[in-house]
């Protein structure tokens, strides 16, 4: 059976296929398809994509990848060992409350998203397996949202149907985890996932965002770029998470206007007080990082594109103040710090040297690090060794986004 795909490795390839005939039985007499999805890191832009802001991502060289089939049923069947087999009816497409953080609500999204394109649902089996670290910031659920859409995509497609550009299933994906999964979010992460390799996104246009992209290697500019699980997940700070758009959106609507991109920041300055008096101080400095954050992420992409490290080290440190001062995302006080710690944990291993700063949502999940080359094996070993094997990992950029294609 030869696989029509780029970039996906043999190995990883047949343990998924082995892994769905042990489920659903031999693929030999069956249609199938390969889909793969890859993780996201966020270069640049913490926190700027629900404002109608500038981010700069890329996607990963850690993927999520899967086998389907039809079954000839009106149920999608999943297995994949990182949860318990699940189904999913497709009778209805009506978000459920009960699916919300789950599997099953992913699919029942994506299945709804799909069928709006004017494609016909039908059940499948599908096996997938991931090397995304869960909980880590890497857009894991992102990367499954675009897994599935890109599945339904293929496995109902019929002709007059126009295909699915990244943008549109990048909004899918978005709106699946909003409605279905039960997680605000912007729309960064799946549409990074959706693009493949390192791309700037703007946001201002939140029906149409635009893009451009980059081909940069910033092991060949003489850092690695470096991803520290802190050892705890989103989820106990999911309510903390939800609080940044909340009020960064609070003082846009005590201007007249609903995200910070749409107002003047004149207008801002003009009402500090009234803003501090009605909202208090922290939705203040949570609306400061935007602006201060924004301009940061168009002046390293400016960094990149002369490729110029150093300066985008330098504003990459100050994108890391900024997160912890102003829109104070790495820790929410207390004996609790696990992202606060490995900044520490970090920065002593460094001592000036490269970059760090908080990564994606924050308070959890993982820190980003720019590790001098030349200190890699080093900074990585003394970093698993305070927080486990495995906690450190060097990443590089894929160039590829969500995509499946026939076996």
Same mark, same amino acid.
């Given at each position: 059976?030869?696989?029509?795909?780029?970039?996906?490795?043999?190995?990883?390839?047949?343990? &998924?296929? @082995? *892994?769905?005939?042990?489920?659903?039985?031999? #693929?030999? /007499?069956?249609?199938?398809?390969? $889909? +793969?999805? =890859?993780?996201?890191?966020?270069?640049?832009?913490?926190?700027?994509?629900?404002?109608?802001?500038?981010?700069?991502?890329?996607?990963?060289?850690?993927?999520?990848?899967?086998?389907?089939?039809?079954?000839?049923?009106?149920?999608?069947?999943?297995?994949?060992?990182?949860?318990?087999?699940?189904?999913?009816?497709?009778?209805?497409?009506?978000?459920?409350?009960?699916?919300?953080?789950?599997?099953?609500?992913?699919?029942?999204?994506?299945?709804?998203?799909?069928?709006?394109?004017?494609?016909?649902?039908?059940?499948?089996?599908?096996?997938?397996?991931?090397?995304?670290?869960?909980?880590?910031?890497?857009?894991?659920?992102?990367? &499954?949202? @675009? *897994?599935?859409?890109?599945?339904?995509?293929? #496995?109902? /497609?019929?002709?007059?149907?126009? $295909? +699915?550009? =990244?943008?549109?299933?990048?909004?899918?994906?978005?709106?699946?985890?909003?409605?279905?999964?039960?997680?605000?979010?912007?729309?960064?992460?799946?549409?990074?996932?959706?693009?493949?390799?390192?791309?700037?996104?703007?946001?201002?246009?939140?029906?149409?965002?635009?893009?451009?992209?980059?081909?940069?290697?910033?092991?060949?500019?003489?850092?690695?770029?470096?991803?520290?699980?802190?050892?705890?997940?989103?989820?106990?700070?999911?309510?903390?998470?939800?609080?940044?758009?909340?009020?960064?959106?609070?003082?846009?609507?005590?201007?007249?206007?609903?995200?910070?991109?749409?107002?003047?920041?004149?207008?801002?300055?003009?009402?500090?007080?009234?803003?501090?008096?009605?909202?208090?101080?922290?939705?203040?400095?949570?609306?400061?990082?935007?602006?201060?954050?924004?301009?940061?992420?168009?002046?390293?992409?400016?960094?990149?594109?002369?490729?110029?490290?150093?300066?985008?080290?330098?504003?990459?440190?100050?994108?890391?103040?900024?997160?912890?001062?102003?829109?104070?995302?790495?820790?929410?006080?207390?004996?609790?710090?696990?992202?606060?710690?490995?900044?520490?944990?970090?920065?002593?291993?460094?001592?000036?040297?490269?970059?760090?700063?908080?990564?994606?949502?924050?308070?959890?999940?993982?820190?980003?690090?720019?590790?001098?080359?030349?200190?890699?094996?080093?900074?990585?070993?003394?970093?698993?060794?305070?927080?486990?094997?495995?906690?450190?990992?060097?990443?590089?950029?894929?160039?590829?986004?969500?995509?499946?294609?026939?076996?």
């Amino acid at each position: 059976m030869a696989q029509e795909i780029t970039g996906v490795d043999r190995g990883r390839l047949d343990g &998924v296929r @082995a *892994l769905f005939e042990e489920h659903f039985g031999p #693929l030999a /007499d069956r249609r199938a398809l390969v $889909a +793969v999805a =890859p993780g996201r890191s966020e270069i640049a832009g913490n926190h700027t994509d629900h404002e109608g802001g500038h981010v700069i991502a890329g996607a990963l060289d850690v993927s999520v990848v899967a086998v389907a089939s039809p079954n000839g049923t009106n149920v999608v069947r999943v297995i994949d060992p990182a949860f318990p087999p699940f189904e999913v009816t497709l009778d209805s497409l009506d978000a459920r409350e009960e699916e919300h953080v789950t599997s099953a609500g992913i699919v029942r999204g994506m299945a709804a998203a799909i069928a709006a394109t004017g494609r016909e649902p039908a059940g499948f089996d599908l096996a997938s397996t991931s090397n995304i670290p869960a909980g880590g910031g890497l857009s894991s659920s992102a990367a &499954v949202e @675009a *897994l599935y859409g890109r599945v339904m995509e293929l #496995l109902w /497609d019929k002709p007059g149907v126009e $295909a +699915v550009t =990244p943008v549109e299933l990048a909004k899918m994906g978005q709106r699946t985890e909003n409605v279905y999964f039960g997680k605000p979010c912007g729309l960064m992460d799946q549409l990074s996932v959706c693009l493949g390799g390192l791309a700037l996104m703007s946001f201002e246009d939140s029906a149409e965002p635009t893009s451009a992209k980059l081909a940069f290697d910033f092991d060949a500019a003489g850092y690695g770029l470096v991803l520290v699980d802190v050892g705890c997940d989103h989820a106990p700070f999911t309510a903390d998470y939800a609080a940044v758009p909340v009020e960064m959106q609070a003082v846009a609507r005590e201007l007249g206007h609903e995200r910070l991109c749409e107002v003047p920041k004149a207008d801002f300055d003009a009402h500090i007080p009234e803003i501090r008096e009605k909202l208090g101080d922290r939705a203040l400095v949570r609306a400061i990082h935007y602006w201060y954050e924004n301009d940061l992420v168009d002046r390293r992409w400016d960094a990149l594109n002369a490729h110029d490290i150093d300066a985008f080290l330098r504003l990459t440190r100050e994108s890391g103040a900024s997160s912890g001062m102003f829109l104070q995302n790495v820790s929410t006080g207390g004996d609790f710090q696990p992202a606060m710690a490995a900044l520490g944990m970090a920065e002593h291993i460094l001592d000036g040297r490269g970059a760090i700063r908080i990564h994606g949502g924050g308070f959890g999940g993982s820190i980003q690090c720019f590790v001098p080359t030349d200190a890699l094996d080093g900074f990585i070993s003394q970093m698993d060794a305070w927080l486990g094997q495995g906690s450190c990992r060097h990443y590089h950029i894929a160039e590829e986004g969500a995509r499946a294609a026939w076996l």
